[in-house]
């Protein structure tokens, strides 16, 4: 009887959201119109875009844009995009033309596509183009053929979109006065998507591109196919496969243009420099909501540092961030009250889109409403479990202190005071670390917040931690990982994870089938390819066995490690195939070959010579 209960309460709410999608559905379909039009560019190349607008012609309605590189479809003005299955449908009902359009070179538009355009600050012909540029041409197309529009324009996207929303917001169009990037791609080499700190992301750059990187030579709207995985195992897949030369010889030939140049740009130059927008985000126009998820697989660092740059060069902008406890683009499919086995007490995203989102852009386009409860940075702590309204971020209440790294796996506040104390590890390329447990194809979004006790099992993985907390912890800022290490060999990894490790009798009030006494979970973790401790321009090799110190950035915490947990580090040298395995030699990673690979005994030192820390952004609520 329990189990047909069970199922019954779950067929209501399924029925429910089902008649609710066919109502949103009928009504969008009744007031709104769908056409698909060329849009001329300055150099003639035409941007095909789809366009919903509303039927109602008795006031004038504001116009929100999407570009894309992950296309406008279904195409066709009689297929319609199943907004009433998303956010979309709530600013539908609030009379907006809707735009979406397919970027130059990509699905249904002419021209060439070229990955992370640079932003061109100096256009003197019509040849002159950017996707700045492309954006301005595409706002006075639609201000001029877009019957009814109020000349109020926005524009928003979600991650590769989200780039051009940055994009969009260097156009200095006048009528564009809202722009809001989330989770936007920034910065590909320092931390977004592919690099973090020099060292490339294997599995997400190979998966990616392997099917999203495949040549287009005309307009089409035939979907490009993934790669053809010949096991459901990635760590078994990657690993087999061998040295990074070996996934352009074997699997993808030369026809991946992107890959290409990923492998032939290792470190920072201008080739990357010209392609991240940080560096034109100077005197930016239309009002700014940065919007990114603390659990961000990709784009994490992309958010917090867009926001930073644009407060520092563009001082005047109207410039807000929000950064919640998501996933990748999850405030915009999903509740958002739980990632993985961790629970957040609350539908967050919902609360984000009536408190932040539509407020924001009803404000701007409509004129309606009022800004004056949102606050510059709206930042929801995990742990703690609530929303926090700040007036910059980070608080400017926040202190850096030093968490010291001990003998015996020790952690506190306390400077070591010992001669030449060392914890040692041999890190071995043929038997990386795992980044999860558990055997997967696709990388999966939990592992930015998982149980971290399958590594702290391992003998390649340091285990540092505090006794049990007498009060509460909270984090909040940029969390930097200042360690002194000596190798064996050349070159290494260093990835660095801060952990909060709950109780042994910790429950959730509803119960879990998971385990949860003891859970460790990843609050933030993140890797430093040795080579560039001190310049991401000019690497460096390692002199063997000589004490060096390796300093670096994890992307900002919001946190609040609570009374009665633990906090914890793990240092490990990888994290396979999440990054790709460094040989641990001082060779040219993305041209080696699979026997260059070698063992390397890894010493982090914790003495009062070399005091190995992290040092933690701690504030006071």
Known sequence: MKRLLYFFLCLVPAALFAQSNALDSAWIRENYTKSERYVPMRDGVRLFTTIYAPKDA??????????????????????????WNSHWKYYLREGYVIVIQDVRGRWMSEGEFVDVRP??????????????SDTYDAIEWLLANVPNNNGRVGAFGISYPGFYSTMAALSAHPALKAVSPQAPVTDWFMGDDFHHNGAFFLMDGFSFYSGFGKPRPK????????????????YKFYLETGALKYFKTKLLGDSIAFWNDLMEHPNLDDWWKARNPRNHVTNVQPAMLVVGGLFDAEDCYGAWRLYEAIEQKSPRTDNRIVMGPWAHGQWARQPGDQLGHIRFGSN??????????????????????????????????????????????????????????????????????AANSFTEYISDPAKPVPYAEGVHLRRTREYMLDDQRFAARRTDVLVFE???????L?????????IKAAISTTDADFVVKVIDVFP??????????????AFQMLVRGEVMRGRYRNSFEKPEAFTPNKVETVRFELPDVAHTFRKGHRLMIQIQSSWFPLVDRNPQQFVNIYTCDDS????????????????????LPVWKP
């Open 119 to 132: 932003f061109n600050p100096n256009k003197k012909t019509p040849q002159d183009t950017d996707e700045a």
């Open 466 to 472: 505090t006794p049990v907390l007498a009060e509460d």
């Open 504 to 517: 042994d009798d910790f429950r959730y009030e509803e119960g879990s089938e998971y385990p949860m006494g």
């Open 58 to 83: 008795t006031e004038k309605h504001p116009i929100l844009m999407n570009r894309t590189p992950y296309s406008c479809a279904p195409y066709g003005e009689d297929n319609w995009r199943d907004m």
């Open 219 to 234: 307009p089409t709207t035939a979907r490009p196919e993934g790669f053809p995985f010949s096991v459901e195992d990635n």
């Open 596 to 615: 260059d690979f070698k063992k390397s005994t890894i010493r982090i030192f914790h003495d009062a010579k070399h005091a190995s820390s992290i040092v």
């Open 348 to 417: 967050t995203a919902h609360w984000y889109l009536n408190h932040i989102e539509m407020p924001f852009f009803n404000y701007h386009l409509k004129g309606k409403g009022s800004l004056e409860k949102l606050a510059e940075a709206t930042i929801f702590f995990t742990g703690a479990n609530r929303w926090e309204h700040l007036p910059q971020w980070p608080p400017v209440a926040k202190t850096d202190r030093p968490m010291y790294l001990q003998a015996d796996g020790k952690l506190n506040w306390n400077k070591p005071a």
């Open 474 to 482: 909270t984090l909040a800022g940029t969390v930097i990982a200042d």
